[in-house]
């Protein structure tokens, strides 16, 4: 079940307006990628606090074109850390593992041009 700003899981109604939206928008994203709540809701919050109040920087992962297909790297890396056919084949572990190390994922077009930002 999606949250909005009006309905969200109890354990974000003390937080920060900032704090929670950006929750809101993370939990909803893990559930989009097949999170069970129970699941999504401790992600979502921890990546919330430490995106909102910036105890650390997030790393930033590229899905790009490569020779063999499309990657995911870590910008700037010259190491991909997945390696797949399609774009379409790489999304969904290359979001599971961004999830996971807590970065911000860049998608780019097969041009070199960014299409997109998730998690940021």
């Known amino acids: 079940m999606p949250w ?10 003390n937080l920060d307006n900032s704090v929670r939206n950006k929750a809101i928008e993370i939990a909803n994203a ?12 401790p992600i979502a919050l921890e990546q919330a606090k430490r995106n909102v109040e910036g105890d650390e ?42 999830n996971k190390n807590h970065g911000e994922l860049h998608i780019y077009t097969e041009d070199g041009s960014l299409s997109d930002t998730l998690y940021e």
């Not at 909005?4 to 109604?13: A, R």
């Not at 893990?30 to 129970?38: H, M, N, V």
């Open 57 to 98: 920087e997030r790393p930033i992962y590229e899905i790009r074109k490569h020779d063999e297909g499309w990657q995911l790297k870590k910008k700037d890396s010259k190491k991909a850390i997945l390696i797949e056919d399609t774009k379409e084949s790489l999304m969904g572990e290359a979001k599971r593992y961004v």
């Open 4 to 13: 909005s700003k009006n309905d969200y899981p109890d354990s974000f109604k």
């Open 30 to 41: 893990l559930l989009r990628d097949g999170y069970e709540e129970g699941r999504a809701i």
